[in-house]
């Protein structure tokens, strides 16, 4: 399998406004991912990660620089190019899992499918259920998030994130709400994806999870080491 790059951050900056002023946020970010990479990000609370990421799964813009994703550039994509590329590639799991309470497991999994025909819905279906079983939930996937525990919700979560079969994983502290066994359960999990040669973007404060990552970067301050 030839070694491609996934992302590529060229000089990327990122400034919040706040107030009158404006708070430089991430500092001229160089950096490239290469297919099937796993790197570990750790630093301070507050010195960039989140926001990092979100650039990374292009929720948000750079305020300057350039960053592709497969070697395709994403500064003036519109709203709805940005929406497919994420679609298409990239899964993303928080620390707060961001289920959707009114629907159920299987739901929650489906919803990045959404947008297929009717053939298309009955095998989305079939491969989200094999997720979820996948995940350990399979007698689980009528229930609604309430009804289950925080290393469950994660567990669908992370189904939910491997619905559209991505060529990356960004996840944000997956592991920050679970106790060590559930954490270990996801890191299992993401270990898997890795091995099948999903890249994977992981932000964590747990050193025992970060060793994980083939490469381990730090921001300080906005400005990645
Ligand atoms: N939308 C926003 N508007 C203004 N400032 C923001 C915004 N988003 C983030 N920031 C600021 O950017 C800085 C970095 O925030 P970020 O969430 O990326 O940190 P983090 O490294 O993920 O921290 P933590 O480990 O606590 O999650 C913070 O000072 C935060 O206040
Ligand atoms: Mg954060």
């Not at 010195?47 to 550039?73: E, H, N, Q």
């Not at 590639?89 to 947008?115: A, T």
């Not at 996937?141 to 994983?169: D, E």
Request: hydrophobic letters at 35%.
């Amino acid at each position: 399998m030839s070694v491609q790059p996934v992302l590529t951050l060229d000089s990327v900056s990122k400034a919040f406004k706040c107030g009158d002023n404006m708070v430089n946020v991430l500092k001229n970010v160089n950096l490239t991912v290469n297919s099937g990479e796993y790197v570990g990000i750790e630093g301070p609370s507050g010195s960039g990660k989140s926001t990092l990421l979100s650039l990374l799964g292009l929720m948000d813009i750079p305020t300057d620089g350039a960053l592709s994703i497969l070697g395709k550039r994403t500064e003036s994509l519109d709203y709805n190019a940005r929406a497919k590329i994420r679609n298409q590639h990239i899964g993303f799991v928080f620390q707060s899992f961001n289920l959707i309470d009114e629907h159920s497991v299987l739901e929650n999994v489906m919803l990045p499918l959404r947008y297929s025909d009717k053939q298309q819905k009955v095998e989305a279906k079939q491969w989200c259920e094999f997720l979820i079983e996948k995940v350990g939930l399979k007698d689980k996937a009528g229930f609604l998030p309430y009804q289950l525990s925080g290393g469950q919700q994660q567990r669908v979560a992370f189904a939910r994130a491997l619905s559209n079969k991505p060529t990356m994983i960004l996840a944000d502290e997956p592991t920050g709400n679970l106790d060590s066994a559930n954490g270990e359960s996801i890191m299992n999990l993401l270990q898997e994806e890795n091995d099948n040669g999903c890249s994977i973007m992981l932000v964590t404060h747990d050193h025992r999870f970060a060793k994980c990552a083939s490469r381990r970067l730090s921001l300080f301050d906005g400005e990645l080491q």
